[in-house]
């Protein structure tokens, strides 16, 4: 599983690297802050969306996208700051590293600091609608499906990329009430398929199935229930269709380099 930098660690880098230069007028606090996010792991505010609330229509609808941005997800990176203060923890540090000893931390934290980093990673999987959902290289016009070294570990993993998508789509749908379905690279740097309750996910310490994951779905009734109601099956068949593979490509070349 990847390792993140620590606070020490991640200032030698940024001071090797000249980016303390020029520093004068700006709280470097808030630099670090910012500059981590951008190459260390995710921060402990909301980034903007990457795309409009109508991005992904018309399989998750733009209602829905609003209010799950704004109200649900902002929520979550509001109480993790409080719960970082209330338990006097350095936000500039990545998120990654809080989540790794979570077990060390209260079930606020666990359950915001999940809720924020979960969603972090969904928006940036997430984009607009293509036509396809089966990878390129096997003669689906669309690129919607992932490629290169990716695909190549999907199906090392599972066997093929129909396999993967079918036990995904299992561990969506069966798990019980609230939580999130991953695929993530473990120690070994297999692919694995997992699923996770409430706001937790694999990196934590008491995960099930640990690892770093490189595609979430959230099956929480709020991403889904305005369009979809209670048929849950029908949103995570739609969700093949605004994967962004890029953006997993990258994070499964960041996991495993
Ligand atoms: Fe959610």
């Known amino acids: 599983m990847k390792n993140y930098p620590s606070r020490r660690e991640?200032?030698?880098?940024?001071?090797?690297?000249?980016?303390?230069?020029?520093?004068?007028g700006t709280a470097f606090s808030d630099l670090l802050a910012q500059t981590a996010q951008a190459v260390a792991g995710t921060g402990f505010t909301q980034k903007p969306l990457p795309y409009a609330y109508t991005a992904l229509e018309p399989?998750?609808?733009?209602r829905t996208?609003?209010?799950h941005y704004s109200k649900h997800a902002a929520a979550y990176a509001s109480n993790l700051r409080d719960a970082a203060k209330e338990e006097g923890v350095d936000t500039a540090q990545p998120l990654e590293q809080v989540l790794t000893s979570i077990s060390k931390y209260s079930a606020k934290m666990r359950n915001n600091g999940g809720g924020h980093y979960n969603h972090e990673l969904f928006w940036s999987i997430l984009g607009a609608p293509t036509e396809g959902g089966l990878p390129a290289a096997?003669?689906?016009p669309a690129v919607a499906g992932p490629?290169?070294?990716?695909?190549?570990?999907?199906?090392?993993?599972?066997?093929?990329?129909?396999?993967?998508?079918?036990?995904f789509e299992t561990a969506s749908k069966t798990r019980f009430g609230s939580g999130w379905a991953w695929l993530l690279v473990d120690a070994t740097g297999k692919l694995v398929v997992s699923s996770t309750?409430?706001?937790?996910?694999?990196?934590?310490?008491?995960?099930?199935?640990?690892?770093?994951?490189?595609?979430?779905?959230?099956?929480?009734e709020h991403a889904y229930y305005l369009h979809y109601q209670n048929r849950r099956p029908d949103y995570v068949t739609a969700f093949w269709?605004?994967?962004?593979?890029?953006?997993?490509?990258?994070?499964?070349?960041?996991?495993?380099?």
């Open 10 to 24: 991640f200032l030698a880098t940024t001071a090797k690297a000249g980016l303390t230069v020029g520093l004068v």
């Open 138 to 140: 096997e003669g689906v």
């Open 147 to 167: 490629d290169g070294a990716l695909l190549k570990a999907i199906k090392t993993s599972f066997g093929s990329y129909e396999a993967f998508v079918s036990q």
């Open 197 to 220: 309750p409430n706001q937790d996910n694999p990196l934590m310490d008491i995960a099930e199935v640990k690892g770093t994951p490189i595609l979430g779905l959230d099956v929480w």
């Open 241 to 257: 269709k605004v994967v962004n593979w890029k953006a997993v490509a990258d994070r499964f070349a960041a996991a495993t380099t």
């Open 65 to 67: 996208m609003e209010i």
């Open 59 to 62: 399989h998750i609808d733009a």
